[in-house]
């Protein structure tokens, strides 16, 4: 039976998603028709998945955090191995 998360855990959520800049993981076959797309997460939902935005007052989809990529957070694998190792 799936757990949904409690109201403490939304808030957490919450805090952590709402009014972010995101992108989603393209990895997901479901998530492909937003490549390149910035989308803004408006609230999380009761069920602890996050309502962005990704056009301004139309296309809001309900996606699971773990897809979900904060943009500036991005991991570029080139820049990682160019960066110096301390």
Same mark, same amino acid.
């Given at each position: 039976?799936?757990?949904?998360?409690?109201?403490?855990?939304?808030?957490?959520?919450?805090?952590?998603?709402?009014?972010?800049?995101?992108? /989603?993981?393209?990895?997901?076959?479901? @998530?492909?028709? =937003?490549?390149?797309?910035? &989308?803004?997460?408006?609230? /999380?939902?009761?069920?602890?998945?996050? @309502?962005?935005? =990704?056009?301004?007052?139309? &296309?809001?989809?309900?996606?699971?955090?773990?897809?979900?990529?904060?943009?500036?957070?991005?991991?570029?694998?080139?820049?990682?191995?160019?960066?110096?190792?301390?």
């Amino acid at each position: 039976m799936k757990r949904y998360p409690d109201p403490a855990e939304i808030e957490q959520l919450k805090q952590q998603w709402t009014n972010k800049q995101v992108k /989603v993981d393209t990895s997901r076959p479901e @998530l492909r028709r =937003f490549a390149g797309l910035v &989308g803004t997460v408006i609230t /999380v939902n009761m069920n602890g998945k996050c @309502l962005v935005n =990704f056009q301004e007052g139309w &296309g809001r989809y309900d996606i699971d955090p773990a897809y979900l990529i904060p943009v500036g957070e991005e991991t570029d694998p080139e820049s990682a191995q160019a960066s110096p190792s301390g």
